[in-house]
């Protein structure tokens, strides 16, 4: 059953009641997006290439295959 915060009147904020555990709402997620600031993007060949226009969020890839050696 899904119930809506009505604290906040004018958003949309949705509580989802879990009675197999709790009598409390609980919600889907909580989301957290950190703080950026701006900076000189990359040249659009490089951005597409790195698959990022900005270079604080170009990070190398340090995994692994899905299936090593292609099997």
Known sequence: MIRY???NEGSA????SCDA????PISYAIAYVAYQ???RPY?????FERATI???LDKPFLG?????NGR
């Open 5 to 7: 915060n009505n604290a």
């Open 13 to 16: 904020q949705a509580a989802i």
């Open 21 to 24: 555990f709790t009598s409390q």
């Open 37 to 39: 600031t701006w900076e």
């Open 43 to 47: 040249e659009p060949e490089v951005g």
């Open 54 to 56: 900005f270079p604080s």
């Open 64 to 68: 692994e295959e899905v299936t090593p």
